[in-house]
């Protein structure tokens, strides 16, 4: 995921963590200030499950790789998740099918009815005729 990375990015989030790095990696409690400094907010729950998918526990360390992953990760989420709030304008955390039918020939790639058929299928997937966060999230990783 990190090979999404552009250069430039690659250079800021390095400096970052260098700046929290304290020679055997980034403290597990550093990693909070080290994601707001590259930009981003997260909840302390966020925090929380991030330090643990990373697998070093509350008092370990993550090696730069694995922080680079981590931020190449969120910021793919990031983009998702901005994706979807411009899709649900009303923002009640679902968009119709209606409307993704719409986003999709939207899109400027030429697909077939059918073949819009089935990314609308897919997409909804309890078949309720909305889509919600978790659904779209799907849909843009698949």
Request: glycine content about 10%.
């Amino acid at each position: 995921m990190a090979d999404q990375l552009t250069k430039e990015q690659i250079a800021e989030y390095k400096g970052v963590f260098a700046k929290f790095d304290k020679g055997s990696g980034l403290p597990a409690k550093e990693f909070g200030p080290a994601v707001k400094k590259c930009g981003m907010a997260l909840t302390d729950a966020e925090i929380k499950e991030q330090i643990k998918c990373a697998g070093c526990g509350e008092d370990g360390h993550i090696d730069y790789d694995k922080f680079l992953c981590i931020i190449a990760q969120l910021l793919s989420e990031s983009e998702i998740r901005e994706a979807f709030r411009m899709f649900d304008k009303e923002g009640k955390g679902i968009i119709s099918v209606a409307q993704l039918r719409c986003v999709i020939k939207d899109l400027g790639e030429k697909l077939t009815e059918e073949e819009v058929e089935e990314m609308i299928r897919d997409a909804d997937i309890d078949g309720d005729g909305q889509v919600n966060y978790e659904e779209f999230v799907s849909l843009m990783t698949s």
